[in-house]
């Protein structure tokens, strides 16, 4: 389990959410956190086909497999077939726009968005969303920011922002993002995952305590 995704999914706001879309479910994590914190029922597309198998496995072991359904396609494709309008929509969607490919196919498709550019993210996103729906995702730092930029040519206005320290005193590494089809006063605070000593801190325990049996 990555940390990126297990924050993601303990800090997206529910708020009585009915439908919820993971985009970029992967092997089914957030999607089924989501599924844990939640009555919703939950849609979660993956298209590498390997992964999308896994999280029907993993689903169909867990309790909540009557609420998720994993679907293994493009998102292009799901935006363009589904009629479904969401309360919520989450993505740790792949982030790096120019940077090294990995050797490893898998890999590359996880982490580079040539699959899944921002624009075609924010096409389907503003598909999908409800007038008053919320979509969430977590993104590297200059990635976010640039996302930000580019979410308001959508007229999805970042309405929360949560920056995301590795460590005590080091750089801001991710940015958690919450859009919004209102603009709204920034709701901004930050989060430090490990302390100085490399054991989490207590304010990343208390956000993810519900799904670490170490906690």
């Known amino acids: 389990m990555g940390t990126d995704g297990v924050m993601l999914g303990a800090w997206a706001t529910i708020d009585n959410a ?58 292009q494709q799901f935006a363009k ?17 120019k940077s090294l490919k ?15 550019p921002h624009t075609e993210l924010l096409e389907g996103v503003n598909k999908l969303l409800n007038e008053n729906g919320r979509f969430v995702g ?21 309405t929360k922002r949560i920056s995301i320290y590795g460590k005590l005193n080091g750089p801001v590494k991710r940015l958690m993002l919450e859009f919004g089809r209102n603009k709204l006063p920034l709701d901004e605070t930050s989060i430090t995952v490990r302390g100085v ?3 989490y801190t207590p304010e990343y325990v ?10």
């Open 18 to 75: 009915k439908t919820i879309l993971d985009v970029g479910t992967g092997t089914g994590l957030i999607a089924l956190m989501l599924a844990q914190r939640s009555n919703a029922t939950i849609d979660a597309v993956e298209i590498d086909e390997p992964s999308a198998q896994q999280a029907i496995e993993n689903v169909n072991s867990s309790r909540w497999q009557n609420r998720v359904a994993v679907h293994c396609q493009p998102f």
């Open 206 to 215: 208390n956000l993810t305590k519900d799904f670490y049996l170490a906690f």
């Open 197 to 199: 000593d490399g054991e």
């Open 138 to 158: 977590i993104f590297p730092y200059v990635e976010g920011n640039v996302f930000v930029a580019l979410a308001s040519s959508y007229n999805l206005y970042c």
């Open 81 to 97: 077939e589904t009629n479904i309008r969401y309360d919520l929509i989450v993505s740790n969607p792949p982030y790096f726009i």
């Open 102 to 116: 990995s050797e490893e196919a898998a890999r590359t498709v996880a982490r580079h968005n040539e699959l899944l």
